[in-house]
């Protein structure tokens, strides 16, 4: 049977967004609520059964790394203050999955960074989550790289998660030309890197959850540039759907586009929104926020 146990989150861009925030530590460490959003992405890989996680780290690496490993000193506190809940909790991240750091010595784009996880992914199918795309599933629900999977397994083909989006934002994604098959998912037979909204050829959009064959990497080895000086993962994207086939499918979550000032901000809420420890309380505050600025 074909199975993802591998999966590649790509957390070294530079996050001009997010500057100063992100002068020295990378954007998918920011934190929503009281984690970071890398956390959430590693989680989601992890709910799906994945073992090995490759994250592509640039700058702040150590502070990536740091997070997954062990700390004797913050353990040791947590052990002398009697504080089992949060010892457990940190406990759990170093031993949720086997995490493999590789370096992206220069942003060179999210093609690039993909294919610096070659040599750990080697010959098999692997996942790609964005490291700063946070998607909420209920729990006991399949999460979207569940999705995806189910479909590769069936078809054996590269699966791609897509979401319809409103014409003003087409420009801001890689878009899919692809057609509807009677299983009521889409064969793609190109994907553009943010194209104007009256050349894009549909409203489907990558939000950053994928299944590639490790046939990907035999069109980023040699990719060369292409939209915004960047070695775009759209670009060998397309060379898949035209030579081995590529499937894409509308997921089923909630999604959070962390790695944007106003996304990143609705996270924070919504998420604490759905905590025990804060809903309550903050709905109280939000409620009568609303009130003083309607
Ligand atoms: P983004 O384009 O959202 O990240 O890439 P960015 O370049 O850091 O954002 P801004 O525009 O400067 O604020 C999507 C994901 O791909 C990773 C990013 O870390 C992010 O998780 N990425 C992007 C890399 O790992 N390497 C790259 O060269 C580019």
Same mark, same amino acid.
């Given at each position: 049977m074909i199975r993802v146990k591998k999966a590649l989150i790509p957390a070294? *861009? $530079? *996050?001009t967004r997010f500057l100063p925030a992100t002068k020295s530590i990378p954007?998918?460490? $920011? !934190?929503?609520v009281d984690q970071p959003i890398l956390l959430y992405v590693v989680e989601e890989a992890v709910r799906a059964g994945i073992e090995d996680i490759v994250l592509i780290a640039g700058r702040g690496k150590h502070a990536i790394e740091d997070f997954f490993d062990r700390s004797y000193e913050v353990e040791d506190q947590l052990l002398k203050a009697g504080r089992e809940d949060l010892l457990q909790r940190i406990q759990r991240i170093r031993d949720m999955a086997n995490i493999i750091s590789i370096r992206q010595?220069? #942003? /060179? *784009?999210l093609g690039h960074a993909v294919f610096c996880g070659q040599p750990v992914i080697g010959n098999e199918n692997f996942a790609v989550l964005l490291g700063d795309e946070i998607m909420y599933s209920e729990p006991g629900e399949p999460t979207v790289i569940e999705q995806l999977a189910k479909i590769f397994i069936e078809t054996g083909l590269s699966t791609v998660a897509v979401m319809e989006v409103a014409p003003q934002d087409v420009e801001k994604y890689g878009i899919v030309a692809a057609e509807k098959t009677r299983d009521g998912y889409f064969r793609v037979s190109e994907v553009i890197e943010k194209p104007t909204v009256q050349s894009a !050829?549909?409203? /489907? #959009? /990558? !939000?950053g959850r994928y299944i590639f064959t490790p046939q990907i990497f035999d069109y980023l080895r040699d990719a060369k540039p292409g939209k915004n000086n960047e070695i775009q993962l759209t670009d060998a994207m397309t060379a898949l759907a035209k030579n081995q086939g590529l499937l894409s499918t509308l997921f089923q979550a909630k999604r959070f586009?962390? *790695?944007?000032k106003l996304g990143y901000l609705i996270a924070n809420i919504e998420l604490a929104l759905m905590r025990p420890d804060l809903g309550p309380q903050l709905k109280q505050y939000l409620r009568g926020l609303a009130r003083e600025i309607s």
């Open positions: 070294a *861009g $530079l *996050g954007k998918e460490m $920011l !934190p929503v010595k220069e #942003a /060179l *784009g !050829p549909s409203r /489907l #959009a /990558l !939000p586009d962390a *790695g944007d």
